[in-house]
């Protein structure tokens, strides 16, 4: 199983270069940073090599989803940007060795109803999929929560499950991020026995707050006892907003790092 910490979430007050260094003395041996775009591929694919780490996954460049801009991916006037899109992270995941892409969903359009957006959304991650298989790269979803995140269309488990079900792509993986399906009401512990075939990656942070394990509600003993039943062996990553330094301790690190031994 491999380990990963976020580099903007959890380590974002450092200089970029020196996240990875960080990331590195804390123990990991992989990262997330969904849009690294600002940096060339081959000196991000240097930053990783020169300290032991692999990226898990990268997102396709993305509407502004926080300030609620329409998604690529939903809207069918924006094709021609979640075309370039795909072109654009295929070229820098090949460079980093990164076979996860996130096709990330966005808000829809006021002028686009809910049928046509999903419709869209599926008509593109059929179409993205194809692609990216390719190239030998994968395509992940996520359900992201629309309280956090208003207008976030792929907001909900159920309806990540849907779009998936209606493209008829066995392939496609889910990225798990138990602190969403908290918001949610969801519960992550019955979907991964349900789904545990789909699940490509799990994220952590607590709820609420979305801080550090430990802090809010979560059973992550229970959380855990359920990844040992399903034998559990791809991915997990801390994606938390610290409220303390990191260097005092990264909660939950220790029994990831025991647990993959």
């Not at 109803?113 to 790269?137: I, K, P, Q």
Request: glycine letters at 8%; aromatic letters at 10%; one cysteine or more.
């Amino acid at each position: 199983m491999t380990i990963s910490i976020h580099l903007d979430y959890i380590l974002g007050t450092l200089p970029l270069a020196e996240r990875f260094v960080a990331a590195r003395k804390l123990g990991f041996d992989a990262v997330e940073f969904p849009f690294p775009y600002a940096v060339p591929a081959e000196e991000y694919v240097s930053l990783l090599a020169d300290n032991g780490l692999r990226q898990i996954s990268i997102g396709a460049p993305a509407c502004n989803y926080k300030a609620g801009e329409p998604g690529f991916s939903l809207t069918p006037s924006l094709k021609g940007e979640f075309d370039r899109s795909i072109d654009t992270v295929i070229g820098y995941a090949k460079t980093i060795d990164c076979p996860n892409v996130h096709l990330f969903a966005g808000p829809k359009a006021d002028d686009v109803s809910e049928e046509l957006a999903f419709t869209t959304y599926c008509d593109n991650l059929r179409e993205g999929a194809a692609r990216l298989r390719v190239e030998g790269l994968r395509v992940v979803i996520e359900a992201v929560n629309s309280t956090d995140f208003p207008g976030y269309f792929m907001n909900r488990l159920d309806r990540v499950i849907k779009a998936i079900e209606q493209i008829g792509d066995d392939d496609t993986g889910i990225i798990l991020d138990i602190y969403h399906a908290n918001v949610n009401a969801e519960d992550p512990i019955a979907f991964l026995r349900a789904h545990s075939d789909r699940v490509a990656h799990i994220q952590l942070a607590d709820f609420p707050g979305r801080h550090e394990p430990g802090t809010g509600g979560i059973d992550f003993g229970a959380f855990f006892a359920a990844l040992d039943e399903i034998h559990y062996a791809r991915s997990i990553g801390l994606e938390y907003v610290p409220t303390r330094p990191v260097f005092e301790g990264v909660p939950l690190a220790e029994h990831l790092f025991t647990s993959i031994h």
